[in-house]
């Protein structure tokens, strides 16, 4: 698959907001890049999705689509490969099945998870943690956008791979 040459400009002037804005992580930036922008764009969505089945191992049994943003990303990827989708909650329901991940089972299998943004990690990490408890084998994490500093790994510490389809670095050489 070619790369989408548009791609990081055209994201960068739907989604790039500035302000003073509180990440997940509490840091406080004073841009944002509000995903749902693109994600509920399904141009911008579908093209984001296509450059991203590249970034996902062959090896793949079920994309894990992390709630909220990561969610519409893995149904297209799915869509686009044939692979299972899984869609996996903060925390697990109190009610009915009390699943934290929606789908099939995933003891044992391979799961590439899926997420919008990634900065520092902490969703990821928090479900990585709690897929591999269940049985999973978690070892990939493709996202939209890498907002960790350049050149760093923030889920390094759970032995997560991070493929990103765009960089900040990549967004901010956009806007230039």
Do not use: H, W
């Not at 296509?50 to 994309?63: K, R």
């Not at 099939?104 to 998870?113: E, H, I, K, M, S």
């Amino acid at each position: 698959m070619t790369a989408d040459p548009t791609l990081a400009a055209d994201i960068d002037a739907v989604c790039r907001l500035s302000g003073t804005f509180t990440l997940r992580s509490g840091q406080v930036s004073s841009e944002y890049f509000d995903k749902y922008l693109f994600e509920a764009d399904p141009r911008l969505l579908a093209r984001v999705a296509a450059q991203m089945v590249g970034l996902v191992p062959a090896d793949t049994e079920l994309l894990g689509g992390l709630e909220l943003g990561g969610v519409p990303i893995a149904t297209m990827v799915s869509s686009l490969t044939g692979t299972p989708a899984l869609f996996v909650r903060k925390e697990a329901k109190q009610y009915g099945t009390c699943k934290l991940a929606e789908g099939q089972d995933v003891a044992g299998r391979r799961v590439t998870l899926v997420e919008d943004v990634i900065t520092t990690g902490g969703a990821v990490r928090d479900a990585t943690r709690a897929l591999r408890e269940a049985g999973a084998v978690v070892e990939v994490v493709v996202c939209a956008i890498d907002r960790s500093p350049e050149g760093e790994n923030p889920l390094a510490d759970v032995g997560l791979e991070v493929r990103p389809v765009l960089t900040k670095a990549q967004l901010d050489a956009a806007r230039a």
